[in-house]
């Protein structure tokens, strides 16, 4: 069993910050990368960046210059640092780990649960 658990959703005004964080857990052998995604109602869920085992980072251009996503290998943990939000950034953010678990040997994704992001004034 794999589990992420996500935290540092939450309301904040326009042009302010928040950091999620998210800890994956339970028999994993090995993460190849993790990210966020993010869906807005009534729209698709899509990625907003990713971070590689070696460092390797991608963005939404609608986040690049903003948002950084960072990640410590060691506790399982991938964090994003989201500065200067917009209300175009309200939506539920998900965690993604692509990893191997050591039962199964299987290489899957693996989503949290999701944490609300609200921007508003």
């Known amino acids: 069993q794999v589990q992420l658990v996500e935290s540092g959703g939450g309301f904040v005004q326009p042009g302010g910050s928040l950091r999620l964080s998210c800890a994956a857990s339970?028999?994993?052998?090995?993460?190849?990368?993790m990210g966020w995604y993010r869906q807005a109602p009534g729209k698709q869920r899509k990625l907003v960046a990713r971070?590689?085992?070696?460092?390797?980072?991608n963005y939404a251009d609608s986040v690049k210059g903003r948002f950084t996503i960072s990640r410590d290998n060691a506790k399982n943990t991938v964090y994003l640092q989201m500065n200067s939000l917009k209300p175009e950034d309200t939506a539920v953010y998900y965690c993604?780990?692509?990893?191997?678990?050591?039962?199964?040997?299987?290489?899957?994704?693996?989503w949290g649960q999701g944490t609300q992001v609200t921007v508003s004034s």
């Open positions: 993604n780990a692509d990893l191997t678990t050591a039962t199964t040997r299987r290489r899957n994704d693996y």
């Open positions: 339970g028999s994993i052998l090995s993460i190849y990368a």
């Open positions: 971070i590689t085992s070696s460092g390797t980072t």
